[in-house]
């Protein structure tokens, strides 16, 4: 069974920046679109950037120009470079994949604060 293991979370100031990262278990890591997603206190969860297993990516507009998905094949690995970072990004981020006929996977997520 797939799993994933996010790390890279923190505290940091506003306008620093942090890399997230989502290491996943499987061979078949490649066919899988990968995405990103945060949870504020006392928020609903709400999509982050997600990037398919083609590359093609996409954000959310509160990140855009700041946040860049990407992936890394070769090491079963996806990334989530944040900068400019704001005190609105505090929360948890959590790590999902789609195996191609699979349901929704989940990795346990990573803390990420941002001090004003």
């Known amino acids: 069974q797939v799993q994933l293991v996010e790390s890279g979370g923190g505290l940091v100031q506003a306008g620093g920046s942090l890399r997230l990262s989502c290491a996943a278990s499987?061979?078949?890591?490649?066919?899988?679109?990968m995405g990103w997603v945060r949870q504020a206190p006392g928020k609903e969860r709400e999509f982050v950037a997600a990037?398919?297993?083609?590359?093609?990516?996409s954000y959310a507009d509160s990140i855009k120009g700041r946040f860049t998905i990407s992936r890394d094949n070769a090491k079963n690995t996806v990334y989530l470079q944040m900068n400019s970072l704001k005190p609105e990004d505090t929360g948890v981020y959590y790590c999902?994949?789609?195996?191609?006929?699979?349901?929704?996977?989940w990795g346990q997520g990573t803390q990420v604060t941002v001090s004003s």
């Open positions: 999902n994949a789609d195996p191609p006929g699979e349901i929704r996977l």
């Open positions: 499987g061979r078949a890591f490649r066919s899988y679109n």
């Open positions: 990037i398919r297993w083609s590359g093609d990516t």
